[in-house]
C-alpha cells in the first residue's frame, strides 16, 4: 500500500506553547487529505478535510482558530496545534485519499501530543 | 439508525480458525467500502477495499459486498495471533462524494486465543 509519515511521532510541549504536526505522502500525490485525533479506546473523530491550495473545511465543534491547517503542496499537509492546553493532549493522525476510484485512504502513525 | 454499524465484540477466535466480521450501512447509494485492521495505540491500516458486489480475495482476507442487502464483511482465514486487533469497516456516503471522507463503524475488537 502507499506510504504517509507524520512527524514528529510524539511531542511534549508546555500549555500556552504552539505545535506543528507534518503529514507527507510519500509515493502518490494527495490533494485531500484529512486530520483525525483519538482519545484512548474512543473511535477516531475526523476534525478537518485539508485540500491542497484551498481552505480546510472544520468538522463541527472543532476551531479552526485554534487548530491550523495548511496543504501548501500535493505531498504536505500541517496541522499547527496553537495555544496547546492539556485537554488537547491526543494522538492526531493524518491520512491522504487517493485520486482516483475507489479513493482509497491511508492513514499516517500518528503523533502523540501531550500538554503539560 | 447509525450510519455505519458493527459489532463492538469482543469476538474470540480460535487460531487456526475462520474469523468473520460483519459491517451494515445505512446509505443504498454508498460506492467505496474498507477494511482497516488498527492495533493498540497504532493508527489504522487499510487491509482491503471493495466496491463490486461478491467476494475479493487478498492472502488469507476475503472481503464480500452485498448492496442490496447494505452488507459488508470481512473474512479472516487461518487467524493468527497478530491478527488480534481493532477492525474498522469504513464507508463513503454518498453526501460525501466529492471530498470522499470516511464514515467509520465503532470497530470489533477481535483476538485469536493461541
Known amino acids: 500500500g502507499a506510504v504517509v509519515s507524520q512527524h514528529p511521532s510524539w511531542v511534549i510541549c508546555k500549555s500556552g506553547t504552539s505545535v506543528k504536526i507534518e503529514c507527507r505522502s510519500l509515493?502518490?500525490?494527495?490533494?485531500?487529505m484529512f486530520w483525525y485525533r483519538q482519545f484512548p479506546k474512543q473511535s477516531l473523530m475526523l476534525m478537518a478535510t485539508?485540500?491542497?491550495?484551498?481552505?480546510?473545511?472544520?468538522e463541527q465543534g472543532v476551531e479552526k482558530d485554534k487548530f491550523l491547517i495548511n496543504h501548501a503542496s500535493l505531498t504536505l499537509s500541517t496541522l499547527t496545534v496553537t495555544s496547546a492546553h492539556p485537554e488537547d493532549s491526543s494522538f492526531y493522525i493524518c491520512s491522504a485519499r487517493m485520486t482516483s476510484p475507489p479513493y482509497e485512504q491511508y492513514f499516517g502513525p500518528g503523533t502523540r501530543l501531550t500538554v503539560t | 439508525q447509525k450510519e455505519v454499524e458493527q459489532n463492538s465484540g469482543p469476538l474470540s477466535v480460535p487460531e487456526g480458525a475462520i474469523a468473520s466480521l460483519n459491517c451494515t450501512y445505512s446509505?443504498?447509494?454508498?460506492?467505496?467500502f474498507f477494511w482497516y485492521r488498527q492495533y493498540s495505540g497504532k493508527s489504522p491500516e487499510l487491509i482491503m477495499s471493495?466496491?463490486?458486489?461478491g467476494d475479493k480475495e487478498d492472502g488469507r482476507f476475503t472481503a464480500q459486498l452485498n448492496k442490496a442487502s447494505q452488507y459488508v464483511s470481512l473474512l479472516i482465514r487461518d487467524s493468527q495471533p497478530s491478527d488480534s486487533a481493532t477492525y474498522l469497516c469504513a464507508v463513503i456516503f454518498p453526501h460525501n462524494f466529492g471530498n470522499e471522507k470516511l464514515t467509520f463503524g465503532t470497530g470489533t475488537r477481535l483476538t485469536i486465543i493461541p
Open positions: 485539508s485540500n491542497e491550495g484551498s481552505k480546510a473545511t472544520y
Open positions: 509515493d502518490f500525490q494527495a490533494t485531500t
Open positions: 446509505d443504498r447509494g454508498s460506492q467505496s
Open positions: 471493495i466496491y463490486s458486489n
